[in-house]
């Protein structure tokens, strides 16, 4: 017998699948078709960890189940390499970002390769690459002309150590995460996309999706749609009136001061003389920090008095305005009318500068020395008392409009998405600044923009992308007038390129135009798309966002790019904490297949684990196991070859206990396949081999020959998603010469799955020819139906008549024919 070395059969399978290209994905008339995608991945410096790998596998084995079932499976992968990350590597190690991209993207493919995923590389897409970042270009310019791509002044966070822009999540305390330098707001003139115009559609449409309810959710509260009033309040002895939304304008009587947040336009104008410079200072500080750190709850509150005071329309009564880090600029108006007994955070900071508490309504059971919040009976509000706060929502409202001094408004959350990156290493923007006739879109015939080459592509600190330093790219002329005019320098956020790959995938090589619209609607939308939580919010919101674009443009039939959303859970040190190359704990996959255990083993090791949506800790000791699985499996093949076939009587009873230990499996690997229970998909296999075990000996293997066959090869089409190298060697050495993963997926007999069943001998002629296993209560016409279509019994049966038929029940089914 020969010993299982995966390091022998594996790369030749590679290999051999590579040559015959058996992924490639067809659009076939005949069969329905499946897509299945991965996140777009980011080809970084470092190698791909086991905790890279459970995403691919789960991808894998789906697509592996799907094609054997009968489906024509796109199961594609690319590089998502544009961005920050690959620029700082590069930077870092001192070569041109394009050599980097390179390097890590043929690194990243060898390892997927040497996995055995089952990837269509006839399709493979890198986002660096002109030909797919001219069509990105392209759908910039069709945003632009439908006006949903603008540019204006914005301040954005800055470090000036970096001398770069900085997400919100990228500052720390005020400081850079990366070096640790204080940061400061930039006004920059930065491009926009108008996703809010999109908003209400991005949050309905979460519907029509079959996604976890927590990423509805996450989605839902981005977007962050409130419906409410917009109430203007009449500063004193001023001309302005300072706007707020309100979801409770119900609560209006209970106002008892107003706040702005530090950036609102309003705050100089409002400050008294001998508080500006205090409230300067506060405002700096306040721009140093982030939002989440802002709106932190257990935040102990600071404010300053700008010395002004509103005046509230619903009862005249002259209320103090505040500035305040906790109120934001980017939602509703940036000021709010504040109600300490109905917010936490107002109540707090109330309690903190001894402002008044009054409360607006009363709630069963809550006492006035505390806030709280909800619906209840409206009090201390003049002629709205006694109402319930629903009521008086739209009595106030209706009745603050008919003064003019409100208005129903529909408020969100979502800021349009700001896609200009001052870097170097990304799609550039195709965009023409002419002096006469302001941003002009470069002409399609002139797509791609390409990227030029530099030898030194650091940021130069002056808000100007490095591309800013190239004459030769920025100088250009007008596409309108002919006259002299500029490039756009900056480049587009790296979402933009992940927001429409999936559909470049449908027709990778398209010239003309991104994607046919036939080969789209044959493939798209995705039917399962995998990968972890952690774009939850950007990615998909984005790539949703680019899909409804399409379809309002009739570009596609679809306005929903992601039928399935499948997130999994995390693959943990076994120490528990997360794998990065900063805690030199990670664990590549490189190091195991060297060390003997084998793609398979790891993939195995991926999926029983633990179910599949929930993190677990890499084991070692679980890793062996998985081998020592696959060690059994390839010796009952081998055994079985070595065994021989015999002429000798057949064992029939043997033969049920066959068929009915791998049915069994077959439905329970069938239903758990089915829903991603992946984890006790392999055990039911492990079982079922071990239940095969106690069955087999050589003499045995000869008296069930073609059971024995038929069992080990219904085990390895189930095991064949899981683990596809193992597989398909012992699928040769049972006699085929086909791939095991072309082979059609397995069926189950309910009569030989089913709890209670009887063993019936089956006579022709007064000799037994075969037995069936039947379910105890089932009827003499399904007995014998069951009898005669059993495969010995039918081969008798051919070209005779049956004269009559004998149902002992529980015990014989008999057969006189001629």
């Not at 690459?129 to 945003?143: G, M």
């Not at 038929?710 to 064949?720: M, R």
Request: with cysteine.
């Amino acid at each position: 017998m020969r010993r299982y070395n995966p390091k022998e059969i594996e790369p030749k399978w590679q290999k051999t699948w590579q040559e015959n290209q058996i992924y490639q994905a067809t659009e076939s008339d005949g069969k329905p078709k499946h897509y299945v995608l991965e996140y777009f991945p980011y080809p970084s410096g470092s190698a791909m960890h086991v905790g890279h790998v459970r995403n691919y596998t789960i991808g894998d084995v789906v697509s592996r189940t799907k094609r054997m079932q009968g489906f024509s499976v796109l199961h594609p992968m690319g590089w998502d390499a544009f961005g920050l990350p690959a620029e700082n590597y590069a930077i870092k190690t001192n070569i041109s970002p394009q050599e980097a991209v390179a390097k890590n993207v043929a690194n990243f493919k060898k390892q997927l390769i040497q996995m055995g995923f089952s990837y269509d590389w006839s399709r493979e897409l890198n986002s660096t690459d002109p030909e797919y970042y001219k069509w990105t270009q392209w759908f910039f310019l069709l945003l632009f002309k439908k006006g949903l791509a603008y540019q204006k002044e914005s301040l954005q966070w800055w470090c000036p150590h970096d001398k770069t822009v900085l997400a919100n999540e990228q500052v720390e305390n005020g400081r850079c995460w990366r070096c640790g330098h204080l940061v400061e707001k930039k006004a920059l003139k930065q491009w926009f996309f108008r996703i809010t115009d999109y908003a209400d559609r991005l949050a309905k449409d979460l519907d029509k999706v079959d996604w976890s309810e927590g990423i509805k959710a996450m989605q839902r509260n981005w977007i962050g749609r409130s419906e409410g009033a917009q109430i203007s309040f009449q500063v004193e002895n001023s001309s302005e009136q300072l706007k707020v939304f309100t979801t409770r304008p119900d609560t209006i009587y209970g106002a008892t001061f107003l706040v702005l947040a530090p950036e609102h336009k309003l705050v100089n104008k409002l400050s008294n003389s001998g508080r500006r410079s205090e409230i300067e200072k506060y405002t700096a500080e306040a721009e140093r920090k982030n939002d989440i750190d802002r709106m932190e709850t257990e935040r102990e509150k600071t404010g300053v008095f700008t010395g002004s005071y509103g005046v509230n329309p619903a009862n005249g009564q002259k209320i103090p305005i505040w500035v305040a880090d906790y109120v934001l600029p980017g939602y509703g108006t940036g000021a709010i009318m504040a109600v300490p007994a109905h917010d936490e955070r107002d109540w707090q900071f109330a309690k903190k500068f001894d402002l008044p508490i009054i409360h607006a309504y009363s709630q069963e059971g809550k006492k006035e020395d505390q806030s709280y919040w909800g619906e209840g009976v409206i009090k201390n509000s003049d002629k709205y008392d006694g109402i319930t706060t629903q009521e008086a929502r739209k009595q106030i409202t209706l009745d603050l409009t008919s003064k003019k001094m409100a208005e129903n408004v529909t408020n969100y959350k979502i800021r349009d998405w700001l896609i200009s990156r001052q870097r170097y290493w990304g799609a550039p923007i195709p965009i023409i600044h002419c002096p006469k006739h302001g941003a002009v879109p470069v002409p399609e015939d002139q797509l791609p923009v390409i990227l030029p080459e530099m030898d030194s592509y650091e940021p130069s600190g002056d808000g100007r992308s490095p591309l800013a330093r190239v004459p030769e790219f920025v100088n250009t002329k007008c596409p309108v007038c002919g006259e002299p005019a500029q490039r756009e320098t900056d480049t587009m956020d790296g979402f933009a390129c992940s927001s429409w790959y999936f559909l470049r995938f449908a027709d990778p090589h398209n010239s003309v135009e991104p994607f046919s619209k036939e080969k789209a609607k044959f493939w798209l939308p995705v039917d399962d798309y995998i990968g972890g939580a952690e774009h939850a919010v950007m990615h998909l919101l984005y790539a949703r966002f680019w899909t409804k674009v399409m379809y309002d443009e009739g570009l596609i039939s679809f306005d929903e790019p992601f039928s399935t959303l499948r997130n999994h859970g995390m693959i943990l040190a076994p120490d528990g904490n997360k794998m990065s190359k900063s805690k030199n704990n990670t664990i590549e996959p490189d190091e195991i297949i060297n060390q003997g255990y084998g793609a398979d083993s790891i993939r195995l090791m991926e999926l029983f684990i633990g179910p599949w949506n929930q993190s677990a800790n890499w084991s070692v000791e679980g890793l062996a196991g998985m081998y020592r699985f696959l060690q059994r499996v390839w010796v009952i093949v081998f055994e079985f070859t070595e065994a021989g076939e015999s002429k000798t009587e057949r064992n029939i009873e043997l033969e049920l206990g066959i068929n009915r230990s791998v049915h069994k499996a077959i439905k329970k690997v069938n239903s758990d396949i089915k829903d991603l229970g992946f984890n006790t998909a392999l055990s039911a296999l492990m079982e079922c081999v071990n239940q095969l075990y106690k069955m087999k000996s050589p003499e045995n293997f000869t008296q069930a020959h073609d059971s024995w066959k038929t069992a080990l090869e219904n085990v390895l089409i189930l095991l064949a998603p899981f683990a596809p190298h193992i597989t398909e060697e012992l699928w040769k050495e049972l006699g085929h010469n086909n791939s095991i993963h072309l082979s059609a997926w397995p069926s189950w007999d309910e009569h030989l799955v089913a709890e209670n069943l009887i063993n019936l001998a089956i006579q022709i002629n007064g000799k037994v020819k075969a037995a069936i296993l039947v379910a105890a209560n089932a009827t003499e016409e399904e007995v014998v139906r069951l009898a005669r279509n059993e495969k010995s019994v039918s081969k008798h049966l051919e070209g005779k008549t049956i004269k009559k038929t004998v149902y002992i029940p529980g015990r014989i089914v008999s057969l006189v024919v001629t």
